[in-house]
């Protein structure tokens, strides 16, 4: 790969991940109009980018290694509940993404007994295109990894894992929680200690790139995206009730 096709490869990423967290649980008609200037300048680089690099595989996601998916798993999804609940719904989130986070800490505990009640069945969807936002240190891809080895070996345990990922959730453009810090949470989630140690080998992280490409590709604006049977919820995601009451709703 040369030298015009890297540059190419991180400035979409780069690009991608600003306009999606541009995007992400901000309001759809912001009251400052110099923020909508900002997105479509970024949505036209993106663009040109993109338009520019169509012939480089490199300029998508990658990892190395054989795609493996988590025992479970649907397509990108770690999926949970009952196969007969109502309510599908679909997540699509980054580890890294704040808005994710917020997302998570209103609805997470609601979700969790939606699910166990048999109202909902869960697709939660991993991604990783915030790693340039981890000074380097693939914090996004790192984090969707440890999920996925949680749900392949200790599905029980994914949901207080979650939780705790993002009560500790580190800012856009730190270094990210360390392996051990990662490591160290998912012990204190209740996560087997061979199931934390085999968090280095790495084995999803190719399932993770793939997942992402695959998400985008379908049309994925930005994250969190949240779809009850296959329609997006457009209410308030960051605060505890709306989204209870849409599944309440479609569960009927």
């Given at each position: 790969?040369g030298k015009?096709?890297?540059?190419?490869?991180r400035q979409?990423r780069?690009g991608?991940?600003?306009?999606?967290?541009?995007?992400s649980?901000r309001?759809?008609?912001?009251?400052?109009?110099?923020l909508?200037?900002v997105?479509?300048?970024l949505?036209?680089i993106v663009?040109?980018?993109?338009?520019?690099a169509t012939?480089?595989?490199?300029?998508?996601?990658?990892a190395?290694g054989p795609?493996v998916a988590?025992?479970?798993?649907?397509?990108?999804?770690l999926?949970?509940?009952?196969a007969d609940?109502?309510?599908?719904?679909?997540?699509?989130?980054?580890y890294?993404?704040p808005?994710?986070g917020?997302?998570?800490?209103?609805n997470?505990?609601?979700i969790?007994?939606?699910?166990?009640?048999?109202t909902?069945r869960q697709y939660q969807?991993?991604l990783?295109?915030?790693d340039?936002m981890?000074?380097?240190t693939r914090?996004?891809?790192?984090a969707a990894n440890?999920?996925a080895t949680?749900?392949?070996q200790?599905?029980d345990?994914l949901?207080a894992f979650?939780?705790a990922l993002y009560?500790?959730?580190p800012a856009e453009?730190?270094?990210?929680?360390?392996d051990?810090?990662i490591?160290?949470?998912?012990?204190?989630a209740?996560v087997?200690?061979?199931v934390v140690e085999?968090f280095?080998?790495?084995?999803f992280e190719?399932?993770?790139?793939?997942?992402?490409?695959a998400a985008f590709?379908s049309?994925?604006?930005?994250?969190?995206t949240?779809?009850?049977?296959g329609?997006?919820?457009?209410?308030?995601?960051?605060?505890v009730?709306p989204?209870?009451?849409?599944i309440?709703?479609?569960a009927?």
């Amino acid at each position: 790969m040369g030298k015009q096709a890297r540059e190419q490869s991180r400035q979409v990423r780069k690009g991608q991940a600003a306009v999606a967290a541009a995007q992400s649980g901000r309001p759809r008609w912001p009251a400052i109009a110099g923020l909508v200037v900002v997105v479509g300048l970024l949505t036209a680089i993106v663009f040109t980018i993109v338009r520019a690099a169509t012939n480089d595989s490199s300029a998508q996601p990658t990892a190395s290694g054989p795609v493996v998916a988590p025992s479970g798993a649907a397509g990108g999804a770690l999926v949970s509940g009952k196969a007969d609940a109502p309510v599908k719904l679909e997540i699509y989130a980054d580890y890294m993404c704040p808005y994710c986070g917020r997302f998570e800490r209103a609805n997470g505990a609601e979700i969790a007994r939606l699910v166990d009640d048999g109202t909902v069945r869960q697709y939660q969807y991993p991604l990783a295109f915030l790693d340039e936002m981890s000074d380097g240190t693939r914090y996004s891809t790192r984090a969707a990894n440890a999920a996925a080895t949680v749900y392949d070996q200790a599905p029980d345990k994914l949901a207080a894992f979650d939780a705790a990922l993002y009560a500790n959730q580190p800012a856009e453009g730190s270094a990210g929680l360390s392996d051990e810090r990662i490591a160290e949470l998912a012990r204190q989630a209740g996560v087997p200690p061979p199931v934390v140690e085999s968090f280095t080998r790495r084995v999803f992280e190719p399932w993770v790139a793939t997942s992402t490409q695959a998400a985008f590709a379908s049309g994925l604006q930005g994250t969190p995206t949240v779809k009850i049977n296959g329609e997006v919820f457009e209410g308030d995601l960051y605060t505890v009730g709306p989204l209870t009451e849409a599944i309440t709703a479609a569960a009927k």
